[in-house]
């Protein structure tokens, strides 16, 4: 099977995973930061890789969504609980689905944007990480819907190191609150 998909595939394509590869190490440093600026700083650097995969695949939706996505996560360090940017770039992302809707392969990616910009712009810490998670989920399906195995093992690798990193969150709180008393 992977030496018929080797055969078949383009050079494009190829690329367009080597580089969801790449997003895949920077997704999993990010994640695995407990410090909420590190997090952001390494996705912006991850969010762009994963911009020039989903070009590279065809995906223009997911393409565009993951560039609002990094303007994202610059305003969301600024002006966290600023409701007019969020705002703001939920109508972006959902004008830039609306420009470049295809069919149903570019609803993940829409969902994606969606559910991130909320988690980014309302909440901090682990609650922002559920929604992060929750998005990573509708980024598996894009990926599976154009098939970018880089990508689906990216952002299936972003979710359980984002568990596992709630979970390291909680344990710090809960040790925190038993020295306390």
């Known amino acids: 099977m992977l030496d018929t998909l080797l055969i078949d595939a383009t050079p494009r394509w190829l690329i367009g995973q080597a580089v969801a590869f790449l997003a895949l190490a920077l997704c999993i440093a990010g994640f ?23 070009a ?18 610059v305003l969301a360090r600024r002006y966290h609980r600023n409701l007019f940017i969020m705002a703001a770039l ?18 993940p990616a829409l969902i994606a944007g969606i559910l991130g910009t909320v988690g980014m712009f309302a909440f901090r810490g682990s609650i922002m990480r559920w929604w ?36 390291r969150i909680e344990m710090d709180k809960r040790r925190l609150a038993l020295q306390a008393d």
């Open 90 to 107: 939920l109508a972006a992302t959902i004008g830039v689905a609306i420009v470049g809707w295809q069919d149903w392969k570019d609803a």
């Open 32 to 54: 695995a930061n407990k410090d909420d600026n590190k997090l952001l700083l390494i996705l912006i650097a991850a969010n762009v890789a994963f911009a020039v995969q989903f």
């Open 56 to 73: 590279l695949l065809g995906s223009w939706v997911s393409a565009g969504v993951t560039c609002i996505v990094i303007t994202r996560i």
């Open 132 to 167: 992060l998670f929750v998005a990573a989920f509708f980024w598996v399906l894009s990926n599976v819907a154009i098939g970018s195995l880089g990508g689906i093992l990216a952002e299936s690798l972003v979710m359980t190191t984002n568990i596992i990193t709630i979970w």
